[in-house]
């Protein structure tokens, strides 16, 4: 079945733009205008959503991926959903989270999850939405300062507007779960 054809993608297609995206005038993380915005965390944190993103995922990580992970906020109810779906199916895989900078105190980490890891695993990050890319590509740096291997990053939607192209450009395979012109298809 063609990834397009997918019955769960489809869902995921229709609780989003339930859920998630808003059309109008909006200033981006980024700095940059468009009339689509798309708060993807109103259906990472859903039941309907959660669910949906993780089988996605799911049906498509490598066997050798020990550990899904990436940046707080957007990437934590998708992991925390992904490893849950892992654990009923019967599949160990850790979470780990990735912060924006090193803590104040404790252990001054910025990846947590380390101590479930070792150096060398192979990981796959993810992000909820992606506009030009720029905070993910910091968070995948910290990610292999850590000493982790990224497999794969997975975004649930890529707005299309460059992020997937410098992702790739570094060196990562990239993939959406759904693409801008998925929500504005009829």
Not at 23 to 44: H, I, M, N, P, Q
Request: with cysteine.
């Amino acid at each position: 079945m063609h990834p397009a054809d997918h019955p769960l993608k489809s869902q995921l297609v229709d609780v989003l733009r339930a859920r998630s995206v808003r059309w109008g005038e909006f200033t981006l993380a980024s700095g940059k205008t468009s009339d689509l915005y798309v708060d993807a965390r109103l259906t990472s944190l859903s039941p309907d959503g959660a669910p949906l993103i993780a089988k996605l995922l799911l049906e498509t990580i490598s066997d050798e991926v020990v550990a899904i992970g990436g940046p707080v906020t957007g990437a934590d109810p998708i992991v925390g959903a992904t490893i849950c779906q892992a654990a009923l199916d019967d599949r160990a895989l850790y979470g780990f989270m990735v912060r924006k900078a090193p803590k104040e105190h404790g252990r001054g980490r910025v990846v947590e999850g380390m101590d479930n890891l070792q150096r060398g695993d192979r990981v796959v990050v993810v992000e909820d939405t992606v506009t030009t890319g720029g905070s993910l590509l910091r968070a995948l740096a910290y990610v292999e300062e850590a000493g982790l291997v990224v497999d794969e990053v997975v975004v649930v939607v890529d707005r299309q507007e460059g992020a997937a192209e410098k992702i790739e450009a570094a060196g990562y395979p990239f993939r959406a779960l759904v693409r801008r012109c998925d929500l504005t298809a009829d």
